[in-house]
């Protein structure tokens, strides 16, 4: 027997089996249960959202011999006959192939005659905003005044597109985008009907690929399937099959994007290559990304609205105290222009590489975003006291030596801080930090404290990328003056990461020695 597609396999047969549809679906069932049946019906949605599946549901609802609760049976020769595609009662018409004016006086012919067998019969034209004006103009009259037994059932993606006054000869029922809680409880179905074992972050990765679309959702399931051989289907696998990177890549490059590190970027861009991975999907995958973080920073958007698992969007939390929301925008706006662009590329991965430069180098663009970015930059060497305008050598060989030697101006000597100084520096340490800005302070409340000899302090690092992230934003340095403005001493940093599987030591407080109730004996 011929393999049979799982979305064809799997077509919902009764309104029960329908997802994400219940409005629709209970109007439907409570109009055949009253009998107030239309004479012509509307399905709009995007596409893979069960409007042709309820459209033939319908018809055979219609004319089920023993209906249930509005259902059809199944059972009965009508349904068999719809379900098997014999049925003379439903039409399926394709309005992309049919559109002429001559395909819909056909039907206006055939309207005439009544039903063989049965009670109605429906026609169900697909994609039907691709019909000419003439073949609308055509429908107009039998779609407005039809015979009793004749029900039109008009399915579109795109609404817009269909003539005013067709709208108003029909009830009009928007399909939505189907959740993804519906999808991935749908794939598990037609995992375990399909005996098929499925990892729970392959099948919720899935399902928020489909983007809404349950048929998109299943035909994807079905490349996994296929792809995974005879073993389980497991996240990896589902990643390979689609051909698309998991969030640690997206996360990496993000990073580098936000470092400045060009090299980074253009690793990872070489990474997702060297794995096959389409750099278009990439792209998409990437700016998608994009979308969750700026809404986790500027809605306050929880893991439920971001469509998401706890740990990606524990990493998006993080993520977003390294940013701002306008670095985002301009970073979705570089990368859309450059998916626009790769649809037509001879080579995409030099579009991609030149968008990853201009990223991690906002000098090098012209456009406004860019600009911020750079005016921003400067008002941040400004506000730190690192900013300086270099003079040219002639400039400085040429300027007039002065008469008189101008008195030098003594220079304040501040003490160095002593061991009591750095231990409070230690007890106020969060307190302190609240006194930089916020995204100089964030790496350091990744640290212990080690208190030396001389007015020196060691900070150690939880891990690289915080250790990193501090010297981006010069945070020991805006540290030290906001110690010597506090106690006007100085203190030297002597910086550096933790090992592996190093951890801050404990130390025993007088407190806890007090609390142990033994006497101590000491000798001489």
């Known amino acids: 027997m011929a393999y049979i597609a799982l979305y064809r396999k ?16 209970e109007t439907l069932r409570n ?16 596409r893979g959202t069960g409007k042709t599946s309820v459209a033939k549901i319908f018809a055979k609802a219609v004319n089920c011999e023993n209906p249930s609760h509005g259902s059809p049976c199944g059972q009965c020769a009508m349904c068999r006959a719809v379900d098997e595609g014999n049925s003379v009662n439903v039409i399926e018409i394709d309005a992309a192939s049919n559109n002429g004016v001559d395909n819909i006086r056909e039907i206006r012919d055939e309207v005439q005659y009544r039903p ?19 073949a609308f103009n055509a429908l107009l ?33 928007d399909f939505r985008r189907i959740t993804t809680e519906d999808i991935i409880a749908r794939l598990n179905e037609l995992a375990a009907g399909e005996g098929v074992e499925a990892e729970d972050k392959a099948i919720a990765y899935i399902s928020r690929k489909a983007d809404g679309g349950l048929r998109d959702a299943i035909s994807l399931l079905d490349q996994c399937i296929a792809y995974r051989g005879n073993g389980p289907l497991s996240y990896e696998k589902a990643l390979e099959a689609l051909g698309t990177v998991d969030s640690d890549m997206l996360s990496r490059f993000l990073r580098a994007m936000l470092m400045d590190d060009t090299s980074e970027a253009l690793n990872v861009i070489e990474a997702v290559r060297i794995e096959g991975r389409d750099l278009s999907q990439f792209v998409q995958d990437f700016i998608w990304y994009l979308r969750n973080l700026l809404l986790l920073m500027t809605a306050e958007a929880t893991g439920d609205l971001l469509e998401m698992s706890g740990e ?30 790769m649809r037509a590329a001879a080579d995409k991965r030099v579009l991609l590489e030149v968008a990853a430069i201009k990223a991690t180098r906002p000098a090098m663009e012209t456009d406004v975003s860019a600009l911020a970015a750079r005016v921003l930059d400067l008002e941040q060497k400004l506000e730190n006291g690192n900013f300086s305008q270099p003079q040219s050598a002639e400039k400085v060989q040429s300027s007039p030596q002065p008469a008189v030697a101008q008195e030098k101006t003594e220079e304040r000597v501040i003490p160095r801080a002593d061991w009591e100084n750095l231990q409070e520096i230690k007890n106020r340490w969060k307190q302190l930090l609240r006194r930089l800005p916020y995204q100089a302070a964030w790496p350091l409340g990744f640290t212990w404290l080690e208190p030396r000899d001389n007015g020196v302090m060691g900070i150690v690092f939880t891990d690289r990328f915080k250790y990193n992230t501090a010297l981006r934003f010069r945070s020991v340095e805006l540290l030290k003056k906001a110690l010597e403005q506090e106690y006007g ?19 025993v407080t007088d407190e806890e020695l007090a609390a142990i109730h033994m006497e101590i004996e000491t000798e001489d």
């Not at 109009?31 to 995007?46: K, P």
């Open 10 to 25: 799997w077509r919902p047969a009764s309104f029960d089996e329908v997802k994400g549809q219940d409005p629709v679906v």
């Open 116 to 134: 063989a067998e049965g009670k109605y019969r429906v026609y169900i034209i697909d994609e039907v905003h691709m019909l000419s004006a003439g």
């Open 141 to 173: 009259k039998t779609l407005e005044e039809p015979p009793s037994y004749v029900i039109f059932i008009l399915a579109t993606t795109e609404p817009q597109k269909i003539p005013l006054t067709v709208l108003s000869r029909c009830q009009r029922y």
């Open 489 to 507: 001493r100085t203190v030297e940093f002597d910086i550096r990461t933790a090992g592996s599987g190093e951890s801050e030591p404990r130390f």
């Open 312 to 341: 990606d969007w524990m990493r998006l939390a993080e993520e977003a105290k390294l940013t701002d929301p306008e670095d985002l925008m301009r970073l979705i706006r570089l990368f859309s222009s450059v998916f626009n662009d």
């Open 31 to 46: 109009q055949i249960e009253t009998g107030r049946i239309g004479h012509a019906y509307l399905f709009c949605g995007s």
